[in-house]
């Protein structure tokens, strides 16, 4: 069965304090692992999609990146704009395109 | 706006009855997903189709259907509602091959 792990599951940070995010996962062939925002009430927005280790993307104060095992979201310099719950998620080989998720890290980025 | 449109936004309603959530994709994509999002459960896959046909199932409920029309837009019927069912309900699109879902805005049901 596949799975996803985040940790921490909540963090705080000062405006400028940069830090990362963990998501460990166990998956039988991984054909993707994608990186959601969500705002409190609102739908999951997508930020990135990782196929293969070694691969990273970067969008503004964000980057992702991943392993065999683990993915990181580092935010550089974060604002409180980035305040929000990020989540990993996982789609295994096959053809359905289900994903699987993590319950995500809550993120505080304090003035 | 990811282009992904749900109706309505909320939904609040007794023990016993039923509803219909709607979902209209992304203009051009043929794959829709559901997902159920409670506090303790978090983001649950529960049905996706393809081009009108399913393609895949997983944790959904007997008591919930869905399906999807020509014109691509989807419907998720669920029926003799409990108050766990209450939590918030999201669709995502996709294109055929393409692997990226975006998600909508979803629909809150609540149950009393």
């Known amino acids: 069965e596949d799975q996803v792990t985040q940790s921490p599951e909540a963090l705080r940070l000062q405006e400028g304090e940069s830090s990362s995010l963990n998501c460990s996962y166990t998956?039988?062939?991984?054909?993707?692992l994608f990186w959601y925002r969500q705002d409190p009430g609102k739908g999951p927005e997508f930020l990135f999609t990782?196929?293969?280790a070694g691969e990273e993307k970067e969008k503004e104060r964000l980057k992702a990146t991943l392993t065999k095992k683990e993915s990181f979201l580092h935010i550089t310099a974060p604002k409180p704009e980035d305040s929000a719950t990020y989540l990993c998620?996982?789609?295994?080989?096959?053809?359905?395109?289900?994903?699987?998720f993590g319950s995500g890290t809550q993120l505080t980025v304090l003035p | 706006d990811s282009g992904v449109t749900q109706t309505p936004k909320h939904l609040i309603t007794a023990t016993g009855q039923r509803v219909t959530l709607r979902c209209s994709p992304r203009?051009?994509?043929?794959?829709v997903y559901w997902y159920q999002q409670s506090l303790d459960q978090g983001l649950q896959f529960l049905i996706q189709y393809y081009n009108g046909e399913e393609r895949a199932k997983g944790n959904i409920l007997e008591r919930f259907s869905a399906q999807q029309f020509p014109d691509l837009h989807s419907e998720l019927n669920l029926s003799s509602l409990e108050l766990g069912d209450s939590a918030l309900y999201f669709c995502?699109?996709?294109?055929?091959?393409?692997?990226?879902?975006?998600f909508g805005p979803g629909t809150r049901l609540t149950v009393l």
């Open positions: 998620a996982v789609q295994a080989s096959g053809s359905a395109r289900q994903l699987t």
């Open positions: 203009s051009g994509d043929l794959s």
């Open positions: 990782l196929y293969s």
């Open positions: 995502a699109s996709s294109q055929g091959g393409a692997d990226t879902q975006y």
């Open positions: 998956v039988s062939g991984l054909r993707g």
